[in-house]
C-alpha cells in the first residue's frame, strides 16, 4: 500500500507563493507518474498537474500554466508543487496522487472519476486571500 502525505499548505496573499511537498512511502516511486489535484468548496476535484516517473514529462491544467511547476526527486520519493503568482481562485485543498499508468501522461486527467484505483493523499489545504 502506498502512503503520500503533502505539507506546505497554507494561508498567502494573492500575488504570493507556496511550494508543496509530496513524501511517498514506495520503494518504485520512480516508476509512478505523480499529479496534483485540488478540490475547491462545492465544486468537484480537478486535475492541476502531473509529472512521468523519470520527471522528463509534465503537463499542466491551463489555468496553472506559467505560474506552476511540478518537479520530483526520486532520491527522496518527493514530489513538489512551486506555485507563484497565487489567485484566490486558486483555493482549495490540494491532493497529491500517484500510480503506473499505461499510455500517454494525460490518462491522469481522469483519475478523480475513479478516486479507488490510485493512490491520494490526505490533501493540504491552501487559501489565497485577496
Known amino acids: 500500500q502506498v502512503q503520500l502525505v503533502e505539507s506546505g499548505g497554507g494561508l498567502v496573499q494573492a500575488g504570493g507563493s507556496l511550494r508543496l511537498s509530496c513524501a511517498a512511502s514506495?520503494?518504485?516511486?520512480?516508476?509512478?507518474?505523480m499529479g496534483w489535484f485540488r478540490q475547491a468548496p462545492g465544486k468537484e476535484r480537478e486535475f492541476v498537474v502531473a509529472?512521468?516517473?523519470?520527471?522528463?514529462?509534465?503537463l499542466y491544467a491551463d489555468s496553472v500554466k506559467g505560474r506552476f511547476t511540478i518537479s520530483r526527486d526520486n532520491t527522496k520519493n518527493t514530489v513538489y508543487l512551486q506555485m507563484n503568482s497565487l489567485k484566490p481562485e486558486d483555493t482549495a485543498v490540494y491532493y497529491c496522487?500517484?500510480?503506473?499508468?499505461?499510455?500517454?501522461?494525460?490518462?491522469?486527467?481522469?483519475?478523480?472519476?475513479?478516486?479507488?484505483?490510485?493512490?491520494w493523499g490526505q490533501g493540504t489545504q491552501v487559501t489565497v486571500s485577496s
Open positions: 496522487a500517484g500510480d503506473r499508468i499505461r499510455g500517454p501522461l494525460s490518462v491522469i486527467r481522469s483519475w478523480p472519476l475513479s478516486p479507488e484505483s490510485h493512490y
Open positions: 514506495e520503494r518504485t516511486f520512480s516508476s509512478y507518474c
Open positions: 509529472i512521468s516517473g523519470s520527471g522528463g514529462t509534465t
